[in-house]
Structures are given as structure tokens and as C-alpha cells.
């Protein structure tokens, strides 16, 4: 018949009397402590945080829309509204953002980037060539203002890609257009000051029509107050320049 033998074991962490005298005269080490699990923390519930302003200010324009049927949104008045406002904000954001630079295009673009343009959006078009110095200065004050007004589109053209056979002699040229029409036509740098600048292009385009745009304003209030920034650019620049000169004329 089988050996067999039972080897006894208590529950994790229980002593007999015996072990603890022997602890207490110190022929055992100490007694472990007890396993004790890590106390139970849930985890975070994006949907119980409080819905407040900054809450709301921290969502995207996808999470905004998803919150439409929200029943806690629709208990308050308010945070509804404000809801509202951003995902607008948001929404003009990106539409200010799909402009900012000079865009190259083809003639098959053309139709689609520019007569189809929305009519809220004004479209200069650059016609130039490669290897001629006037649309190198001109591209040069275009990239400028390009940036500084990014809900206005700016494209460019090889100008025979636009029009078959057009002379080089009236390059640079810029066309404006607006609604599918043309609004506006400057062939040459003539139009644009004795020293073509980017402030002086922009004081060109905005003469008539509100073409320049920011995105900060409404595009039919914006001509007088783009002016109006544009020539304070113009004489701050222009007195910079002049007391660069004082300053090497002094050095001299």
C-alpha cells in the first residue's frame, strides 16, 4: 500500500501559538503581512464629468455633433447655446484654414478651383512663367499676402496653361474673380507702385471690391479696415527703412 502523507496548510497569514512564541524569542522571522489587493478605483467616465464651458471648449467638431442629442445639454440652456457657438467657430476655423498659401494649378483645375469657387470666396489668380523676373517679385508679395489673409484663395497659373498663346510681355498678371466672374484684371507691375510690395498689391486689390479677407471679419465690411491696415504697414515699413539708412549713414 502507498506511502501517502497530507502536508497541512493553513489560511495565508495565520500563526499557531507556538510560532508566535518563537517570533517572540526570535527563532522565526517575522510574520509577512497579510495579502491585501489594491483598493478598487473605476475607471474614468468620459460622459460623468461635468458639462461646463471649458468642457466644452475641449471638444472637436465631430464631439460637438455627437452631443445634438445630449438629454443633459438639452436640460441646460445655456451650455446648448454655447455648444452651438463652438461647433461654428469651429466650423469657420476650418474654413479659414483650407487657404494661406500660393496653390499651383493646371488648366483642368481651373474650372473647379476658381469659377467654381463658392461665392463667398474671392480668387486671385496669378498667371506667370518661369525665368521672368517681374512674376519671381510678384509671387514674392502674393506668398505675403497669402498668409496674412488666409480666407482669401490664391492660385497660380503657367499662363499659357490658362491662356493658349498669352504674350509673356503682360506677365505678371493677376485675375480676380467672385461669383464665377471676373472682377477684376491688372497685367503687369505698373498697377502696383513705383516698388511693387505686398502692401501696395493689396491696396490695388481692395480698392472696389472687399477681395482681401482674414477671416476675422465679414468679407463686405472688411475693404476699409484691410486698407486701413495695410497703409499703417506701408508707413511703418517705410520709416523703418528710413532710419536703417540714418543708422549706416551714422556708421559711416
Not at 42 to 62: G, L, N, Q, Y
Not at 72 to 99: I, P, S, T
Request: glycine share 6%.
Amino acid at each position: 500500500m502507498a506511502d501517502y502523507h497530507f502536508v497541512y496548510k493553513d489560511v495565508e497569514g495565520a500563526s499557531t501559538q507556538w510560532d508566535d512564541l518563537q517570533r517572540k524569542f526570535g527563532n522565526l522571522p517575522p510574520k509577512p503581512a497579510p495579502f491585501k489587493p489594491p483598493p478598487f478605483v473605476p475607471a474614468e467616465d468620459p460622459d460623468s464629468e461635468p458639462k461646463d464651458k471649458a468642457w466644452i471648449e475641449s471638444r472637436t467638431e465631430e464631439e460637438l455633433e455627437d452631443l445634438e442629442d445630449d438629454p443633459n445639454l438639452d436640460d441646460d440652456r445655456f451650455l446648448e447655446e454655447y455648444r452651438k457657438k463652438r461647433l461654428e467657430e469651429l466650423r469657420e476655423a476650418a474654413r479659414v484654414a483650407r487657404f494661406g498659401s500660393v496653390v499651383p494649378i493646371s488648366g483642368a483645375d481651373f474650372v473647379r478651383e476658381v469659377s467654381q469657387a463658392p461665392p463667398e470666396i474671392w480668387v486671385v489668380v496669378f498667371l506667370y512663367k518661369d525665368g521672368i523676373p517681374e512674376c519671381g517679385v510678384m509671387l514674392n508679395c502674393l506668398e505675403e499676402l497669402a498668409g496674412r489673409y488666409p480666407a482669401t484663395k490664391f492660385v497660380k497659373i503657367i499662363s499659357t496653361d490658362c491662356i493658349p498663346n498669352y504674350p509673356d510681355r503682360n506677365l505678371p498678371t493677376l485675375l480676380v474673380y467672385n461669383n464665377g466672374a471676373v472682377k477684376a484684371t491688372y497685367v503687369g507691375l505698373h498697377h502696383f507702385g513705383r516698388r511693387c510690395t505686398p502692401e501696395g498689391v493689396a491696396l490695388a486689390l481692395c480698392q472696389s471690391d472687399p477681395v482681401l479677407n482674414d477671416g476675422q471679419r465679414g468679407s463686405g465690411s472688411s475693404t476699409k479696415s484691410v486698407i486701413e491696415g495695410v497703409r499703417k504697414r506701408f508707413i511703418e515699413k517705410v520709416v523703418k527703412e528710413h532710419e536703417d539708412d540714418d543708422a549706416y549713414s551714422s556708421d559711416d
